[in-house]
């Protein structure tokens, strides 16, 4: 057995070219990792088929051993073809692997496990469909040798009919079973979806759910068409961009009966849409819905690593150029000389007139030169970043943000970015006091990484932000130290934290002394509603805080942003 299972990997092998042509001559990917014991098959992560491809490396994998048990070694252009149609085709990579899987997760309402099999099965119908009429492949025979795996299944017998409408194929020649007018009738939709949708794929991902959705007969699936699943073991930690966002189309799962496009018959009204015919959906996943299509999509990563790109791809829309403080001066390039440049030096760095001057003969690193530069005082102020300290309530009243969607947490992504664009520092403070918790960072970092990880963190702990906190990180800095933006984020509970007595002085004294240490201004953000007259409000406010209020938590995301803007304007009219 092993001389046969080394003999068909050789002569797999040797036919790789011919598979990538089959897409196009330009076509170029690794040869295919093969996998010759079980051993083998369990250290990649090939599990219940006999080929795969892995969308975060784009490595083909294949089981010489499956191959043979499943009768199909006779297809070696046909299989690896298909796989790297995933790569070249559908979806391509691993964030239109999301989008697709989103499209079928709506079109599958109840049955929301077998996503990703439904979404490897559409991929695999626009794929075969191409390389049998365009590339001249026999994918009918491979579905013929697999044909026994399926005998009786609903589904199998559903899928086998559209193929065998795309190909012209005699009914029962792929399926073996004998199908009802009901499933030959959504047949014929499939196929004419297959054909409509192939260039607009995204669009039809969540058509063929639909279709698909009465035939999904709880615990026969998997044992039907398990071996067909050849991304199923695209396990990988890598979290693709883009998932945080729904797109405009997304909630748009029709049948594919009431498409007109494929069935010439209008469907009903859809009542998702407002009467101007706009999209009433959210533009954003929830966290809890965003862990759940990356799970789905196989993507192994913890509950840190999702927060922090969740609140990330949130943020990052409304990034913006933080404040900046005017120094004494500015330093502008001043040029004194030149210097040979030698091929480790950037390009750009080559004083090219100079340099043909010397020579008109080019050589690199014997005639090539750069101009050598000094500072001189400009004329214009330099601006320094101020940098940003965030201290967020992290009570009990508080949203975990590695659970659900904590706005909290989302405007102090949006602002501590913002900071870093400009080349700030920022050091993130959770509190949840009195007799509660606190996690600070240790120092102002340009750790982006480490930010996040902070404002994901969740304490549960006491009534709010505990403002004697501020003297921790204010306490003893000097006017040499860089100057900082305080932002406090809480709510009407912070008042009786700034009353409360700890050491001698109340919150109101660390507060007072905390602000012209920090010297770069201090603003304090509170979700409660403001009335004509609240003293504690007034009282901050003649310390020289900043006071904004916002009436719901989603609020945070505009202030976030407009606060960015609005402070840089004023420093930058300074």
């Not at 979806?193 to 039809?204: H, P």
């Not at 862990?291 to 509950?303: I, R, S, T």
């Not at 904590?406 to 403070?429: E, H, N």
Request: net charge negative; hydrophobic share 40%; with cysteine.
């Amino acid at each position: 057995m092993t001389d046969a299972l080394d003999a068909l990997r050789v002569a797999w092998t040797a036919r790789w070219g011919e598979a990538l042509e089959a897409w196009s001559k330009l076509t170029r990917l690794a040869p295919p990792q093969w996998c010759m014991t079980p051993e083998d098959e369990a250290r990649e992560g090939l599990t219940d088929t006999f080929a795969q491809i892995r969308l975060d490396d784009h490595v083909v994998v294949l089981s010489a051993r499956r191959l043979h048990e499943q009768h199909v070694s006779g297809f070696p252009v046909e299989i690896m073809a298909h796989e790297i149609g995933h790569h070249v085709f559908c979806p391509g990579d691993l964030a239109d692997a999301g989008r697709v899987m989103a499209r079928v997760r709506r079109g599958l309402p109840g049955k929301l496990q077998h996503a990703p099999m439904v979404a490897n099965l559409y991929e695999d119908l626009l794929i075969n469909d191409r390389l049998q009429r365009s590339a001249g492949l026999d994918l009918a025979g491979v579905w013929r040798a697999l044909a026994g795996e399926g005998a009786g299944s609903r589904l199998w017998a559903l899928y086998m009919s559209i193929y065998e409408h795309l190909w012209s194929l005699p009914r029962g020649e792929l399926s073996r079973v004998r199908t009802d007018e009901r499933t030959d009738l959504d047949a014929i939709l499939g196929a004419r979806l297959a054909r409509v949708y192939a260039k607009d794929w995204l669009r039809g991902a969540g058509r063929f759910a639909a279709l698909l959705l009465p035939y999904l007969e709880d615990g026969a699936v998997d044992d039907v068409l398990g071996t067909c699943m050849d991304m199923r073991g695209s396990r990988t930690g890598t979290i693709p961009d883009g998932l945080a966002t729904v797109d405009d189309d997304e909630d748009d799962a029709v049948h594919p009966a009431f498409d007109p496009e494929l069935s010439g018959v209008d469907g009903p009204p859809d009542a998702r849409t407002r009467n101007d015919g706009r999209r009433t959906l959210d533009r954003h996943r929830s966290l809890g819905e965003y862990g759940k299509l990356l799970a789905a999509l196989g993507v192994k990563a913890n509950e840190t690593d999702v927060a922090a790109r969740y609140y990330r791809e949130r943020a990052l829309p409304h990034l913006v150029r933080f404040p900046t403080r005017r120094s004494p001066r500015a330093i502008e390039p001043l040029p004194e000389g030149l210097d040979l440049w030698d091929a480790g030096s950037p390009l750009e760095r080559i004083d090219w007139v100079e340099s043909i001057v010397r020579s008109p003969h080019v050589i690199p690193g014997v005639t090539t030169v750069e101009r050598i530069y000094g500072d001189s005082p400009g004329r214009e102020p330099r601006r320094a970043p101020v940098d940003l300290y965030v201290g967020i309530d992290c009570s009990g009243s508080m949203p975990a943000p590695r659970v659900l969607t904590s706005y909290p947490a989302l405007a102090g992504t949006i602002v501590s970015l913002s900071a870093l664009r400009a080349g700030a520092r920022v050091k993130v403070v959770l509190s949840g006091e009195p007799r509660g918790e606190t996690f600070a960072m240790p120092d102002f970092v340009r750790d982006e990484r480490a930010i996040l990880d902070v404002l994901t963190r969740y304490l549960g702990t006491g009534i709010g932000f505990g403002v004697h906190r501020l003297a921790d990180t204010f306490d003893g800095r000097t006017p040499r130290d860089r100057a900082v933006h305080v932002l406090l984020l809480s709510d009407h509970d912070l008042f009786h934290l700034l009353d409360h007595e700890e050491g001698g002085e109340t919150g109101w004294d660390v507060a007072r002394r905390a602000l012209p240490a920090a010297r770069g201004g201090g603003t304090v953000v509170l979700n409660m509603l403001r009335g004509p007259s609240h003293p504690g409000m007034e009282r901050l406010e003649a310390d020289g805080w900043r006071v904004h209020c916002v009436s719901g938590w989603e609020q945070l995301v505009d202030f976030a942003r407009d606060f960015s803007r609005r402070v840089y304007a004023e420093e930058r009219r300074s």
